[in-house]
């Protein structure tokens, strides 16, 4: 779908309601349901939808809020999907035609000689990147991480990390990034930080420039005064650098990297990952970092009061009590959640 057609939708769109204000909602269902009428009349046994009908239905997600209820020809769903799918496009046409040199191929040389040094050596990755070094070879210790064989897990090893994690839960958080697609075809870094013991999201944010200094701004609002946890569990992302991991240290709180490729060592923070995408994020289309704010603490409200876990005994992050019928003639009533993507039941009289 190209960016042009969906950008100028987009402005007819918003154009209408700013020229129009008094009747914008009456004119925009007007377009919305002629344009529905035209694709109808198509003489073939199913109506075929083309760029220009995804773009328009795209672009009015963007612009009207009533695009949903106006919806009779295809699933609102199916407007999310066009969306993904033309974020997909976008990135895979910009990555085949790089604008700038890029990250550097490793060459296979180098990558044969890092399985080798592996595997007749035992060696990690600090030790074989010093080597190639000393034979003259330009390459990070980063990328040899990548290049090195997977080894099978050490049992010992897995029984003491999560030994570590079952133990001191009570003082232990995590801190990660995920990426959301934007309307715009830009990538949203959210970022946030995760207590273990109740799975409470101590902070979230989200923005389109991450650096080792926002990060570190974003654990002073996370983390005030006397609240640092004893550890801080985190990937070997670039960004957390030496000078996140030095503020860390400065808190008094003890960082704990995971090893690379080992998403299982940060389980609580890979699952609300999970749960985040699964629940909110698949099911909308991000405009900008307020709109993902907003959509965030709706969720995060809802995930602390209302969502039960296996791993909290089936109970909430704010221990949500179990409610009795306060009469026989109460009934139970569903209270939406998150835009009414999930919901809340609890006991009502009734009416």
Not at 70 to 98: D, G, Q
Not at 182 to 196: D, E, K, N, Q
Not at 320 to 336: D, E, G, K, Y
Request: with cysteine.
């Amino acid at each position: 779908m190209p960016r042009l057609l969906f950008l100028l939708i987009t402005l007819l769109v918003r154009g209408l309601r700013v020229a129009l204000r008094a009747r914008s909602e009456v004119v925009l269902e007007n377009v919305a349901l002629k344009q529905q009428v035209e694709v109808l009349k198509q003489k073939r046994p199913r109506p075929q939808l083309d760029d220009v009908d995804r773009a328009f239905w795209v672009a009015m997600r963007r612009a009207w809020s009533g695009w949903a209820e106006r919806l009779v020809i295809v699933k609102p769903e199916t407007v999310v999907k066009w969306h993904r799918e033309r974020f997909r496009h976008y990135w895979t046409e910009l990555s085949r035609h790089k604008r700038g040199p890029g990250r550097p191929k490793v060459d296979r040389e180098i990558r044969e000689l890092i399985r080798r040094m592996a595997l007749e050596n035992d060696w990690g990755a600090p030790r074989i990147h010093r080597e190639l070094e000393k034979l003259g070879f330009t390459v990070s210790e980063a990328t040899v991480s990548r290049h090195m064989p997977r080894r099978p897990a050490n049992p010992d090893v897995v029984l003491r990390w999560l030994s570590f994690l079952r133990n001191h839960k009570e003082c232990i958080a995590a801190m990660d990034f995920f990426t959301v697609p934007t309307a715009s075809l830009r990538v949203l870094y959210c970022w946030f930080v995760i207590h273990h013991d109740r799975r409470r999201i101590l902070h979230f944010n989200a923005t389109f420039d991450p650096t080792a200094a926002w990060v570190i701004q974003q654990l002073r609002e996370a983390l005030p005064f006397e609240t640092a946890p004893r550890y801080l569990i985190f990937d070997r992302d670039s960004i957390f650098s030496a000078a996140v991991v030095g503020f860390v240290k400065s808190m008094g709180t003890k960082p704990c990297r995971i090893s690379y490729r080992s998403p299982w060592q940060n389980p609580v923070a890979e699952r609300w990952i999970g749960g985040c995408r699964h629940e909110l994020f698949d099911h909308v289309v991000v405009f900008n970092e307020g709109h993902a704010l907003r959509l965030a603490r709706a969720y995060i409200g809802y995930f602390h009061q209302d969502r039960t876990h296996l791993g909290l005994g089936k109970n909430t992050p704010s221990r949500r009590p179990v409610t009795l019928p306060p009469s026989p003639t109460a009934r139970v009533v569903a209270m939406p959640r998150v835009g009414g993507l999930h919901h809340r039941y609890e006991w009502r009289e009734a009416a």
